[in-house]
């Protein structure tokens, strides 16, 4: 059973290169960082208070949750219900950072991510994957893009739905936010010493697929 890791930041393209990834090659599929929003909602709908970190531990790690690959984007299933566009909501997010800050929920979610790797494969999206999760995946990807593009793909997004947005201060935000994943004390953001590094700045999603497939081929997973 493979396991194929691809970590990185915001905005490098994971999502779409994951689930791209997963589709073609039928195998399933991890996004680690909806995990929380998950957890959130789920204890929510549990009726379970958030301030009661042993009962979130055990809703995190009894989450009955699938990530359904599609040529445009991942599906999320909660107990049978699509979540995809749900969890995405700012009262979600506000769950997700209030179950994130207790410890024993991210030890139950660890081992839950863990429980993903079945066969015929898992590929797994997120930011340490790699380095934490997934050590000994037979796969390691850290994809990344520059800052600027990285905003201009952002700015593209909010201006598609109709939100205003300044690319300077978006260009200033993911900054400060890579500086901030890649100083944190717990599980910062870098690549493993093993992984195959992406810079996906002047590559389409097609490209950086491309590059991933060569790495299955040359490895022997199919």
Request: hydrophobic share 40%; glycine share 6%; aromatic share 2%.
């Given at each position: 059973?493979?396991?194929?890791?691809?970590?990185?930041?915001?905005?490098?393209?994971?999502?779409?290169?994951?689930?791209?990834?997963?589709?073609?090659l039928n195998w399933h599929l991890l996004d680690s960082g909806a995990l929380y929003r998950i957890t959130g909602l789920a204890a929510e709908r549990q009726s379970v208070?958030?301030?009661?970190?042993?009962a979130v531990a055990q809703v995190a790690a009894q989450l009955d949750v699938?990530?359904?690959?599609?040529?445009?984007?991942?599906?999320v299933v909660l107990a049978g219900?699509?979540?995809?566009?749900?969890?995405?909501?700012?009262?979600?997010?506000?769950l997700a950072s209030q179950?994130?800050?207790?410890?024993?929920v991210r030890d139950a979610l660890l081992q839950r991510q863990r429980d993903f790797a079945k066969a015929p494969g898992l590929i797994a999206d997120g930011r340490d994957m790699?380095?934490?999760?997934?050590?000994?995946?037979?796969?390691?990807?850290?994809?990344?893009?520059?800052?600027?593009?990285?905003?201009?793909r952002r700015f593209r997004q909010l201006t598609e739905k109709g939100i205003n947005a300044s690319l300077p201060a978006l260009i200033e935000d993911i900054r400060?936010?890579?500086?901030?994943?890649?100083?944190?004390?717990v599980a910062?953001?870098?690549?493993?010493?093993?992984?195959?590094?992406?810079?996906?700045?002047?590559?389409?999603?097609?490209?950086?697929?491309?590059?991933?497939?060569?790495?299955?081929?040359?490895?022997r997973l199919i």
């Open positions: 059973m493979s396991v194929i890791t691809i970590d990185g930041p915001s905005g490098a393209g994971k999502g779409t290169v994951c689930a791209r990834l997963a589709a073609e208070a958030l301030d009661d970190e042993p699938t990530f359904e690959p599609g040529i445009d984007g991942v599906a219900e699509e979540v995809t566009t749900t969890i995405r909501t700012e009262e979600v997010g506000s179950v994130a800050a207790l410890p024993a790699g380095t934490v999760v997934f050590p000994q995946a037979d796969i390691k990807v850290f994809l990344t893009a520059s800052a600027e593009e990285r905003a201009q400060a936010r890579d500086e901030r994943d890649s100083s944190r004390a910062p953001l870098k690549p493993a010493q093993d992984a195959v590094v992406i810079d996906s700045t002047s590559l389409s999603i097609d490209e950086v697929c491309d590059q991933v497939m060569a790495l299955v081929h040359q490895a």
